[in-house]
Structures are given as structure tokens and as C-alpha cells.
């Protein structure tokens, strides 16, 4: 055991405190015994704020936790857990770590009540949970939830609950469906949905409007929803995996750019004069149609096969910014094209980042 703050349990020191028996291969009795140690001969258990288990052999919680009266972190991931009983009442955590355990729907307390209005932080990854456990929507205070690498099969569409979140993680699960209910979470940082059997993303995902990192690879998504384009704080998007990118890959192999395409491209770059007589109308009217790449950092231009046909698209043939144009053509985006050329950034909100593989 160790006092990570104080080598005392002097109950004057205000410094937090962390008893740490990780690593020990301890089991629930040799743990019970060590909490009753603390407890009733110490008497200082009201020292400590965080309580660190993992890595042990444990098989349920002693419930001489509950005497710890100012816990505030918890973390027993890395053990036998078969079950995670209630106890907590009266408690003051604010983050409970169970990750990479044997807990299953029926294991976990019956409700969260004791501490919804505490909790900021709930871990069960790695558990075998079957379904969204409904007593989480009761921890309304809720900013961080992980339930990834499970085999959950649904998304509660009173998802809504949770309206504190920032981080909701539910990679490696079998989940086939996102309700619209996803939307109401505002406050959404990061959503985790990688790996799992969802076929599409429903439109309201558009009202996450804090969203940095939406990963969505190893899915069966063949589209996404035009609406995503709004999510102007998103700068990663994770798409490896999914039948869309696969669609990209096979199109851009089987569909380069034509002959006509890449002498218009030429004829762009380099700013070559063509007099109205020089071609015919028909190649003049083309030439007209060059569009700017969005990228600001790009002077190149692209035409409409690039935009309409393959959509997954390398703009001009010099960067590849593959989602704004797959989501929606040129015809969608408001303003033209010839105003946005002298403007310095066109695309303030553009992410930085898309992961193809």
C-alpha cells in the first residue's frame, strides 16, 4: 500500500491522497481485510479520495468501500469482476474505472441513483454487457462514458439523458443502429462508434456542433449524411473499413481522370489564354466550368467528373481532401466559386484530418 501524498493518515492533511494496492493479485478477502484495517484501527479512511485496484483477483467489491466517505476516483479495472455491487451510498466519486472485467447487465446495481448527481466519469469497456445498461441515463451529470469492446446492441434512444457528455466511446460492440436521439448531446467532443455493424448515420448528427473526433471506421456505412458538412469544430473523421471508402478506392482505380479533364487542368494551372475561336464552343464552355480546389492552400481546379461522378474526390489532382465533395457536390455549397477565389480561407472549418486507412 501506498500514500502517494503523505507517508501518514493524519487526518488534518488536506492533501489528497491515493491508496494504491494495483498489481498485488489480491483477492476480495485479503482486500476486505486490508479495508477493515483502515477503517476501524487507522481510522483515516476518510483521508483518502482515490482508491486504485486494478491489476488483482478480484471477484466483487468488499463492502467496506462504502466507508470511504470522500472517494472520489475508483478504479478496479483488471480483475475478475462477476459482479459490481452497490457500494457506493452516500458517496461523493466522481470517476469509476471497472474496465476489462466479466460484468454482464444483470452484475451491475439495479440503479446509480446514490450517485448520478456525482459522477462524471463511468469506464466499463471490456465487460460483457449485451445491451445499453439503462440505469447509466440516470447519472445526468455524466461527462465521460466508455462501454467499448463489448457486444451492445443498441443505442437508447433516450440517449438524449445524457446531456452532460463530452467523450461517448461504444467502439467494438454490434451495434446496428443510431437513433436521432444522438443529436441532443451538445456537449459531445469525441463519439466512438468504430467497429460495429451501423449501416448509417442519422441526419441530427449535424446539431453536434462541439464534436472534434467522430470515428466511424470498420463499419457498413455505404454514405453519410450531407448534414455532417455543418460540424464546423470537427477535425477528425475516422472512414477506414466502411463500404464508402471501398467505393472510393474501386472508383478512383477503375475511373481516373480523362484525357479532356487533365488538358483542362493544364490549360488552367498555367493560366494559357484560349480566344473564344480558338476551340470549339463546346470545349470553351468546358473550360468555364473549372471549378477551385477547396483547399486554400491549393491554386489547382477540377471539373465535374471529379465532383459528380467519382464525389470521394481529388479535387484537382494535387491534394486529396476526400470528404467535403463526397458528402455534397458543388451544386450544394452556397456562394460561387469565383467569389471564394479571392477569399483567404474559404474553408476556416475544413478538418484537418480524415483517416482512410
Given at each position: 500500500m501506498?500514500?502517494?501524498s ?13 491508496l ?40 466483487t467489491?468488499?463492502v ?17 469482476l ?8 452516500n ?19 439495479k ?11 463511468l469506464n ?10 439503462e440505469?447509466?441515463l ?22 438524449w ?10 467502439g ?11 443529436g441532443h ?27 472534434r ?12 449524411p450531407?448534414?455532417?458538412?455543418k ?5 477528425e ?13 474501386k ?9 479532356l ?5 493544364t490549360?488552367k494551372l498555367?493560366?494559357i ?14 473550360l ?11 491554386k ?21 481532401i ?36
Amino acid at each position: 500500500m501506498e500514500c502517494y501524498s503523505s507517508d501518514s493518515c493524519d487526518s488534518d492533511n488536506r492533501e489528497q491522497k491515493t491508496l494504491d494496492f494495483s498489481g498485488q493479485l489480491m483477492e476480495t478477502l485479503r482486500l476486505s481485510s486490508e479495508l477493515k484495517s483502515i477503517v476501524d484501527e487507522k481510522d483515516c479512511a476518510d483521508n483518502y479520495e482515490i482508491i486504485l485496484l486494478y491489476n488483482n483477483r478480484l471477484n466483487t467489491l468488499p463492502v467496506t468501500l462504502n466507508r470511504f466517505s470522500n472517494l472520489k476516483i475508483l478504479d478496479v479495472s483488471n480483475n475478475r469482476l462477476t459482479a459490481l455491487p452497490d457500494v457506493f451510498k452516500n458517496s461523493s466519486i466522481t470517476s469509476l474505472i471497472a474496465k476489462h472485467n466479466q460484468l454482464t447487465n444483470e452484475s451491475l446495481p439495479k440503479s446509480f441513483q446514490s450517485i448520478k448527481n456525482s459522477l462524471r466519469e463511468l469506464n466499463l469497456s471490456g465487460n460483457q454487457l449485451n445491451f445499453f445498461p439503462e440505469q447509466v441515463l440516470e447519472l445526468t451529470a455524466l461527462k465521460y462514458l466508455y462501454l467499448g469492446g463489448n457486444s451492445i446492441v443498441n443505442i437508447p434512444k433516450d440517449i438524449w439523458k445524457l446531456n452532460s457528455l463530452q467523450i461517448l466511446s461504444l467502439g467494438g460492440n454490434q451495434i446496428l443502429e443510431v437513433p436521432e436521439s444522438v443529436g441532443h448531446l451538445t456537449s459531445l467532443q469525441a463519439l466512438v462508434l468504430s467497429d460495429n455493424l451501423i449501416e448509417q448515420l442519422p441526419p441530427s448528427i449535424a446539431n453536434l456542433n462541439q464534436l472534434r473526433s467522430l470515428l466511424i471506421h470498420k463499419n457498413r456505412l455505404k454514405t453519410l449524411p450531407t448534414q455532417i458538412i455543418k460540424l464546423k469544430c470537427l477535425t477528425e473523421l475516422s472512414l477506414r473499413d466502411n463500404p464508402l471508402v471501398v467505393r472510393f478506392v474501386k472508383d478512383m482505380t477503375l475511373q481516373p481522370p480523362s484525357l479532356l479533364e487533365l488538358a483542362g487542368r493544364t490549360l488552367k494551372l498555367h493560366d494559357i489564354p484560349i480566344q473564344r475561336g480558338d476551340v470549339p464552343h463546346t470545349l470553351l464552355n468546358y473550360l468555364n466550368a473549372a471549378q477551385c480546389c477547396v483547399n486554400p492552400k491549393c491554386k489547382g481546379v477540377f471539373f465535374d467528373n471529379r465532383v459528380e461522378h467519382i464525389k470521394f474526390v481529388d479535387f484537382c489532382g494535387k491534394y486529396r481532401i476526400p470528404l467535403l465533395q463526397y458528402l455534397c457536390s458543388s451544386k450544394c455549397i452556397t456562394g460561387s466559386w469565383e467569389s471564394r477565389e479571392t477569399e483567404t480561407n474559404p474553408h476556416p472549418h475544413m478538418m484537418r484530418k480524415v483517416l482512410l486507412g
